[in-house]
């Protein structure tokens, strides 16, 4: 076996370079990346100068004279990865232990954060349509990327993707079948007017940007794991601050409320999904 002489493979990109391109694009494009996990970004930024054959110069160089080239930057460093009821114990337990206090609110906002291309919440309004509230109910889905905001608006999938869709469906425990939400054609599936009807989708960034308006749900669920520790207390808090009395936070398996002070403002409604409500 061929051993790699570790010593003389060039690292495309240093920690203390990626500081400073941190910076660097936070005062050109105005995008804060600073409080995004080191290890993470490393990874993808190397992975970007390796896909482009790009040293730090010429990455630069792209970064502020292609539009374009910025935009796929941003789609490369940030993961979009979602499915429609991806982890369905937690739409389950959502079913189960939020949804019956929906019931008594006149008007339902959900603002999914992080949305990605919108499968995670169109799953949302094909639950709140199941529980017969989508009627009253109103849907904002908003990530950092405005490419993927333009495949969650369209709501068109690949429909070899439905296989696992209709799986993770079934699994929420509930019957029928996920087809009654879509509309097949040729190799694509076309989520249903009705679903997109009471849906916005924008751009906003936790970073930077602010509320916008206030809500019965929020949910964020495979974000909070890029930031760190100090980024995800102000993103809690915004999250806090958005939240009506008595409503909803839903972060998932992989994110909790531990970076917080929660004391007095949230109660555990599931600890494994870490779903909370509002108290304080
Ligand atoms: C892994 S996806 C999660 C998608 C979906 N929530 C899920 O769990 O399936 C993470 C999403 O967070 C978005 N994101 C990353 N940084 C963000 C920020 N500062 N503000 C808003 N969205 C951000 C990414 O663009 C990406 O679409």
Redesign the pocket.
Known sequence: MVKLDMSVVQERISYEELEELISWINHIHGFDFSG?SRASLKRRVTRIMDIYGLDLFDLKGMLVNDHLFFEEF?VQI??????MF?DPSFFRLVREKVIPYLTSFPRVKVW??????G??LYSFAILLKLEGLLERSFLYG????PR?LEKAKAGVYPLSNMKKYSENYLNTGYSGSLVDFYVAQYDAAAISNELKKNTLFSV????SDRVFNEFQVV?????LI?FNTDLQKRVLQLFYDSLCPFGFLCL?AKESLRAFDMTGRFRIVDKFENLYQKIG
């Open positions: 995004y941003v940030t993961v979009n990865v979602t499915e991806r999914n954060a992080g949305c990605s291309t499968e995670e908003t990530d950092i990327n993927v906003h960034n936790l970073v949910s964020c669920r495979n974000v890029y998932g």
